[in-house]
């Protein structure tokens, strides 16, 4: 059991003793429904024995950022090594797990610059689960992060000082009692981190990601799944509403191709109809305007058009209430100025694809500010 005066100052990042897990009963999901993590004083202990008997490939456990290492196509370079694992009893009487880390000079940067904060534990083999109740007894991996799942755990960094002050004359230990200075890190790991950039772009990334779907990410399961599940709607959403489009964007130029006559038929070539297609499909409002000339042209349709499923609508996550953006603008269409633009251009000589096209550039689908 370590004293008091080998933890580690916060305000000072440095090879030495961190809080590993927070003891306690935590709400977890991995997977198979909530559930609870009981981190007990027999939890602690074995965690304690298995770690300090087993032998690791190197120095000891690998410490990563987000738990990124289990990918081989990211950066898999150490940002610390996890050493040893000891018990320390706070002064309230309650066991806490605590591990010597030694950090690479990279990782000791990350603390410096308080790129990461907090840290994270992985339980795999070992763990039994009871009545909804996990019980670890052995550390399986762990990792810097800034959305612990495990809520309560002492930081592994911030401004505060540590109970090893130095008016105490804390000094951290190492694992055999003695002095310990960042000259113990590895040698071979002064190289410049290449993906550090990279890291910090995709957490922006995933910062901007939450503010868009307005979530405020607790770092549970269930809103991980939450927001997975608000993505996959979003995308299905979007394809649906493409599908939807490009069915009418064909339907049209279909009906339009077929009330061209023999001539006009050759001179609408593959290039002219796909720029057709692809002017409809950039303005709801050409397409709207278009089908609706083609509707007066043929007169009244006998046959009732089928009717239009709505799409589902979007609903908020449980966090903050999400408005939809109000329009600016709302499209107006002139149809009968449509139309009778296409016909004067058809009475001068203009063929029927040329005078839609015309008519369309002309303006005669007008827009009014609401």
């Keep these: 059991m370590i004293a008091t005066k080998q933890i580690n100052d916060l305000s000072r990042p440095a090879n030495g003793w961190f809080h590993i897990e927070k003891s306690g009963d935590h709400d977890v999901d991995y997977g198979e429904g909530p559930a609870v993590l009981r981190i007990d004083e027999q939890a602690i202990q074995d965690m304690v024995d ?86 670890p007894s052995r550390l399986t991996g762990f990792a810097l992060t800034n959305r612990p799942r495990i809520k309560g755990k002492r930081p592994l960094v911030n401004r505060q000082t540590s109970p090893a002050s130095d008016e105490a004359g804390g000094e951290p230990k190492s694992p055999e009692e003695g002095e310990t200075t960042q000259n113990t890190n590895m040698d071979n790991d002064d190289r410049k ?98 089908i609706r000339a083609l509707n007066r042209q043929a007169g009244p349709q006998k046959q009732e058009q089928p009717e239009q499923k709505k799409l589902p609508q979007r609903t908020p996550l449980n966090r903050r209430a999400t408005l939809n953006p109000p329009d600016p603008f709302r499209k107006k269409e002139s149809i009968d100025g449509f139309n009778n633009r296409v016909n004067e251009l058809i009475k001068d000589g203009m063929k029927r694809y040329d005078a839609y096209q015309k008519a369309t550039e002309e303006g005669f689908i007008v827009s009014a500010q609401r």
């Design 193 to 290: 981190y290449p993906s550090k950039e990279m890291d910090k772009a995709q957490r922006a990334l995933f910062d901007s990601l939450l503010d868009k779907l307005d979530v405020e990410f607790d770092g549970t399961d269930d809103m991980s799944r939450a927001i997975l599940g608000r993505l996959d709607e979003l995308l299905s959403l979007e394809k649906r509403e493409k599908d939807h489009v490009n069915a009418e964007v064909d339907d049209a130029v279909s009906t339009y191709e077929n009330a061209l006559d023999e001539e006009e038929r050759e001179e609408f070539t593959e290039e002219r109809r796909e720029e057709l297609k692809n002017s409809l499909r950039e303005s709801p409002a050409a397409l709207n305007a278009f």
């Design 50 to 135: 298995d770690f300090n008997a087993r032998t690791f490939d190197g120095p000891g456990m690998l410490i990563d950022g987000d738990h990124l290492s289990h990918d081989l196509s990211r950066d898999t370079r150490a940002l610390g090594w996890l050493k040893k694992l000891d018990t320390y009893r706070d002064p309230s009487g309650t066991l806490e797990l605590y591990g010597f880390i030694e950090w690479t000079p990279r990782g000791l940067k990350m603390l410096q610059d308080k790129e990461y904060t907090q840290s994270s534990t992985e339980y795999g083999e070992g763990m039994t689960l009871t009545d909804g109740v996990y019980r």
